[in-house]
């Protein structure tokens, strides 16, 4: 949530309400189609960037394309058009980056509720395990961290070797 809203920022700065409502399309977007939060913080900076430059780039939008949103399919269908028009009207500069982001975050609400639902899966209970240990980790500071590394390796080695193959089974 960290990244994302940083990522958020450059371009909602001055409207922290906008910027939840988009931490959370993003984040049930994201829980959707399987990505990770580095990859959602991605989506967050292009939809930054398209707000703050006013420019609806291939880049910028392929950030979604790429991961499985969809922000091209939901251009088409809000212009009414069809999406190698989109494609046609992008490499024009008929698309505002404001435009592409108010019917990108209008498009995200199709996911509503997806993380909610993944954080009731045992990924998702994991994930959020791992995501609360690695904050910790980062609050203890470096020192902790470095000597917790030598624990990793002891605990690594320990699920490796004998014991591990007895655990197994």
């Given amino acids: 949530l960290t990244t994302m809203s940083r990522a958020l920022a450059t371009g909602f ?3 922290p309400s906008r910027m939840l409502a988009l931490m959370s399309g993003i984040g ?3 829980s ?5 939060a580095q990859e959602m913080a991605v989506m967050a900076q292009a939809l930054s960037r398209m707000q703050s430059s006013d420019k609806a780039n291939l880049e910028y939008l392929n ?8 922000v091209i399919g939901m251009i088409a269908g809000s ?3 069809s999406q190698g028009e ?11 980056g404001t435009q592409a982001v108010n019917i990108i975050q209008q498009g995200l609400g199709q996911y509503a509720g997806a993380m909610d639902e993944m954080s009731k899966t045992f990924s998702g ?3 959020t395990l791992s995501d609360a240990r690695a904050e910790m980790d980062n609050a203890y500071g470096e020192g902790f961290n470095e000597r917790r590394k030598e624990g990793y390796q002891e605990e690594i080695n320990y699920l490796t070797g004998q014991s591990g193959a007895m655990i197994q089974e």
């Fill in 13 to 15: 700065g001055n409207d």
């Fill in 28 to 30: 049930n977007a994201g």
């Fill in 32 to 36: 959707s189609v399987g990505i990770d």
């Fill in 63 to 70: 950030a979604f394309q790429e991961r499985g949103v969809d």
């Fill in 79 to 81: 212009l009414g058009v």
């Fill in 86 to 96: 989109v494609y046609d009207m992008i490499s024009k500069g008929s698309i505002s």
């Fill in 125 to 127: 209970l994991e994930s």
